[in-house]
């Protein structure tokens, strides 16, 4: 594989990926997406990033640990799932604002933001831990 | 056409059980995702897939359109499909450290754990 | 009045919950503090003597309403006499345990453990519903379990805390048992309105409460996790195998004899057996050299007593039975306590092992130990006495053969005691240099007068507590005159001291005594069960991923085929379309790719193949309206053949290495489960299940959760536990991963 053609790939396909993942992360509650597909997406741009530049480039490319995105994806689901108390009768009661311009916005968007970083921070965390040792971009091709 | 998709089915996991019956981890692994398909497939069989529109709202109406395809199973199996994919991230990793460690994939020299039994 | 029934029970439990942080915070002040939660329940108690004798207290709550069950609690002169027990020794022992084991890890634990178990027994003899009761049963199993293994670092902790789960517990199965019978024979809601019974089922019910209570009470042949359990530590042992938890068995004999006492099996049975224990446990004391098994012996043998006087077919029996008990909970775990101070104070609590020339003991644990030992020893004018006489008397009135019976064992087993009594006060000598605390010594001193006061005052207390619940004078009294009984009572006392000054002779003949009094039928039960369990499993599981998966698939098949075969064609078909050209090329594509799998030479092709299953997966998802299930589908597919190739490169590649015989039995066990699996599908595909709640998640989309999006919706609100657990299962397996991996280049940096 060449290198050069996958890197210059790499390096406009997988801010668009990242765009792409995020609008199918906000359509998802009303056309095919969400949470689930997003996370993929973002993930695969990860995966995408890793194989062009190596895992360490991945891994700042990320900003975070893959603990960190999963710990922040279970905070935020697990909040949303407690604000059911607060607005509701129970656990994970759905609660909605309607926000002129913008639609309804409630709860279970919040939710589905914390599936999309828990699945961001699992792909990104299968793929950094199986990389090989040492193995970094183009080193068995040379 | 769902007598078509029960053989698929059945094939795909017949597939996935041989090879999960080898003696090599990878194999043993891809047999497992084979019947993890066969599984998710199996599901959306046997709920009455068919031809038909996806369970979207579309603009200006209250309800899917009339005939539109169910959408428990597809929520149940899209979760499904990550779960293995999770599961089979967790196989992998248990397997790439358990080759390393042991010097093998074959299943049948890896030592068995002590006490079985006692 | 009634509405603090429950709360004691909980205020108990608040107690115990508080325990932990604050006796390790206040090792001294906090223990004390606990303490007053028992004993202000204790005084509370006390103050409802007189009322409760004229008219119980009753209270109840719904408790699964729509069940109808409802918890039901009463306070009666026997739950009230038992009540006091608990909470009264419960006080003592609490301050005891913070003395005792100030300064170690399992203070606090134990603290909180005695605690927690005072509120289980307590809701134990408040019960009078079958239910709570059987709860409450239940958890003073369990935490006795807690309790008699928490150094379970040591092996025979484990052990012995093992040993009575298992026989408590399979006690407490042969009361639910019982209890369900109960039910459904009489119908009665509470314990209190159950009528008498006496034949057909009775005996069975009668049965399982009579096993219930012997296991409890550590009776012949179940005596033998008793003596074990003194690995507990002693504060334990001073609460639970003297006043509280041994004496479950004895109050649910007498709760329940007014109901099952005429059933012919009743009395005999505790006769006989109540019998034999005493004369074991007795046995058993005397060739004992460790104080606390000493005292777990005289516990047994004591137990023994009170349910054989249970079975003494007098009008008066059980309040003499209770009195026993009351007077042994009052002796024993002032008595468990004098065994822990002497060994922090000899150092050892075996008499063999202690120096005959060494140092007496303090002259404060000499005299508390004389106290509860003469007490023990049934000596006048103690409490312990008092019981003795009324016992002996009640057993000789009933006359027969049982009288004789009754009086033999009773008088043995008072030598027993006067033997075990002289050994504990007596004999320890030694040094270890560690001083007595007030908290160590206080309460055993405190509960040793209160039975020398309440031997005078017997009189008194036995017309408060025991004559309610015989229903006529037991009179109970510390001089019943020149009699037999106190003819016994004097022989029992020779007997002892004669035994005791021969003690050589016999503990020369422990070992045979032990062995004869607790041949390892347990031990041996349970290795065998370990054993016949190791075979099931090596038989059905075996060793190689490929037999064991094999048998389960095969399992599987079995019991499906068996189904099918016996269902009954649905009365209702569902049509199918035929496949039209582009269904067809997707399932040759599906097949083409799972063919191509099972070909596969090298790994790249079978990971190739693999994708090229998910993609037509994919492709049938999209065209059957599953869009998210199409992406999703497609974006894991790749993903996955990204990870198989990360985790096998540089892997070598070693072929096949299946023989052909393996290969052929693969290929049937494959084609069994997927000829299964085809035929599961095409049945449950073709059966009419009706709309189903699927319309529902349909139609409340838009309105109920605001998204145009069904399966979305699904997933993050009308089931978004679901989800939020799937969410939990994802970051466990990557978080494992990343652990299983990052160790490796920790070791290898």
């Known amino acids: 594989m060449n290198t050069v053609i996958l890197r210059t790939a790499a390096r406009y396909l997988a801010p668009t990926l990242i765009i792409l993942s995020l609008w199918l992360l906000w359509r998802g509650h009303n056309a095919p997406g969400g949470g689930f597909i997003g996370g993929l997406v973002a993930g695969s741009a990860v995966v995408l990033h890793a194989i062009a530049f190596g895992p360490v480039a991945a891994r700042r490319a990320l900003r975070g640990s893959p603990r960190a995105w999963m710990a922040i994806g279970m905070a935020l689901a697990l909040g949303a799932a407690l604000l059911g108390f607060v607005f509701g009768e129970t656990l994970l009661d759905a609660a909605w604002v309607d926000v002129p311009g913008v639609g309804p916005l409630g709860t279970p968007l919040i939710f589905d933001v914390g599936v999309f970083a828990v699945v961001v921070g699992a792909v990104s965390g299968f793929t950094l831990a199986l990389w090989p040792e040492g193995a970094e971009p183009g080193a068995e091709e040379a | 056409m769902h007598g078509l998709m029960s053989l698929v089915v059945g094939a795909l996991f017949a597939a996935g059980v041989y090879l999960m019956l080898k003696r090599e981890i990878l194999h043993v692994l891809v047999g497992l995702t084979l019947v993890g398909n066969g599984a998710n497939l199996a599901i959306f069989v046997a709920s009455g897939a068919r031809v038909a529109p996806p369970p979207l709202v579309p603009d200006g109406l209250d309800a899917p359109l009339a005939g539109h395809a169910d959408p428990l199973p597809q929520a149940l199996i899209l979760t499904a499909i990550v779960i293995g994919f999770g599961v089979l991230g967790f196989a992998l990793a248990l397997a790439r450290r358990s080759t390393e460690t042991l010097g093998t994939d074959d299943l049948d020299r890896l030592p068995t754990t002590e006490g079985q039994g006692t | ?749």
């Open chain 3, 1 to 749: 009045m009634a509405s603090w029934l429950p709360i004691w029970t909980v205020a108990l439990l608040a107690a115990a919950a508080l325990a932990v942080p604050l006796v390790r915070a206040l090792p001294r002040l906090g223990p004390c503090l606990l303490a007053l939660v028992p004993g202000a329940a204790a005084a509370w108690f006390g103050a409802q003597l007189p009322h409760v004798a004229v008219e119980p207290l009753a209270w109840s709550h719904p408790w699964v309403p729509a069940l109808g069950v409802d918890v039901h609690l009463l306070l009666d002169p026997l739950a009230l006499a038992f009540a006091l027990l608990i909470c009264g020794i419960g006080a003592p022992v609490v301050v005891f345990a913070g003395g005792y084991l100030r300064g170690k890890a399992v203070a606090a634990p134990t603290v909180a453990g005695l605690l927690a178990f005072a509120a289980a027994m307590l809701g134990l003899v408040l019960a009078d519903d079958a239910l709570f009761m059987f709860v409450c049963w239940e958890a003073t199993t369990i935490i006795s379990y807690l309790l008699v293994g928490l150094e379970y670092e040591k092996s025979s902790a484990r052990t012995a805390a093992r040993r009575a789960l298992l026989i408590t517990a399979a006690g407490g199965l042969a009361l639910l048992g019982a209890l369900v019978g109960l039910e459904v024979v009489t119908g009665a809601d509470t314990l209190s309105t159950t009528p008498a019974l006496a034949d057909g089922a009775a005996v069975f019910i009668a049965l399982g409460v009579l096993l219930a209570a012997f296991t409890k009470s550590a009776q012949v042949p179940f005596h033998v996790w008793l003596p074990g359990a003194m690995a507990a530590p002693t504060p334990v042992s001073a609460y639970l195998h003297s006043a509280a938890m041994v004496k479950a068995g004895v109050y649910l004999v007498l709760r329940l004899a007014p109901t099952l006492g005429e059933v012919w099996l009743w009395r005999p049975a505790l006769l006989i057996v109540g019998g034999a224990t005493a004369l074991v446990g007795g046995l058993l004391a005397m060739a004992a050299t460790d104080l606390k098994r000493i005292l777990a012996c005289t516990t047994v043998a004591a137990l023994g007593c009170m349910l054989l006087l249970a079975g003494v077919d007098h009008p008066l029996a059980l309040g003499a039975a209770l009195g026993l008990a009351l007077a042994h909970g009052l002796y024993k775990a002032g008595l468990f306590m004098v065994a822990g101070a002497t060994e922090k104070v000899a150092g050892s609590r075996d008499l063999a092992q202690m120096d005959p020339a060494g140092a007496r003991m303090p002259w404060i644990l000499a005299v508390t130990a004389g106290l509860a030992g003469l007490s023990m020893a049934a000596a006048p004018p103690f409490f312990g006495f008092a019981a003795k006489e009324t016992a002996l008397t009640v057993a000789l009135a009933g006359g027969g053969g049982a009288a004789v019976f009754g009086a033999l064992v009773l008088t043995l087993a008072g030598a027993a005691f006067v033997y075990a009594a002289l050994a504990v006060a007596r004999e320890p000598r030694g040094a270890s240099g560690k001083r007595l605390t007030v908290m160590v010594i206080g309460p055993p001193l405190l509960l040793a007068l209160v039975g020398l006061v309440a031997g005078p005052g017997s009189g008194l207390l036995g017309a408060a507590l025991l004559d309610p619940v015989a229903g006529a004078a037991v009179g109970l009294a510390v001089w019943h005159g020149v009699g037999v009984p106190l003819g016994l009572s004097l022989l029992a006392l020779a007997l002892g001291v004669v035994g005791w000054r021969r003690r050589a002779a016999v503990r020369a003949a422990a070992p045979r005594i032990d062995r004869a009094a607790d041949p390892g039928w347990h031990d041996r039960l349970w290795s065998h069960v370990v054993a016949l369990a190791g075979a099931v499993a090596r038989a059905v599981q075996p060793v190689a991923l490929r037999a064991n998966l094999s048998v389960i698939l095969l399992a599987a098949v079995g019991m499906v085929t068996f189904a099918l075969l016996r269902m009954r064609p649905p009365s209702a078909w569902v049509g199918s379309p035929m496949p039209d050209a582009i269904d067809v090329m997707l399932a040759l594509f599906l097949l083409g790719g799972a063919l191509g799998a099972v070909r596969a030479r090298g790994r790249l092709t079978a990971i190739g193949a693999l994708g090229a299953v998910g993609i037509g997966a994919a492709l049938f998802y999209l065209r059957h309206g599953a869009p998210d299930l199409a992406m999703t589908q497609l974006l894991v597919e790749v993903l996955t053949v990204v990870l198989l190739m990360l985790a096998f490169r540089g892997l070598p590649d070693l072929g096949p290495r299946r023989t052909g015989a393996e290969r052929r039995w693969s290929a049937g066990v494959a084609l069994a489960a997927g000829g299964m699996i085809g035929a599961l599908v095409y049945v449950a595909g073709a059966v009419d299940l009706g709309p189903g709640i699927s319309t529902w998640f349909s139609t409340q989309a838009l309105p109920e959760g605001y998204g145009r999006n069904v399966v979305n919706v699904i997933l993050v609100d009308f089931r978004a536990l679901d989800t939020l657990g799937e969410v939990v299962v994802l970051a466990v397996a990557a978080l494992g991963a990343l652990a299983l991996l990052a160790r490796r280049s920790e070791a290898q940096s």
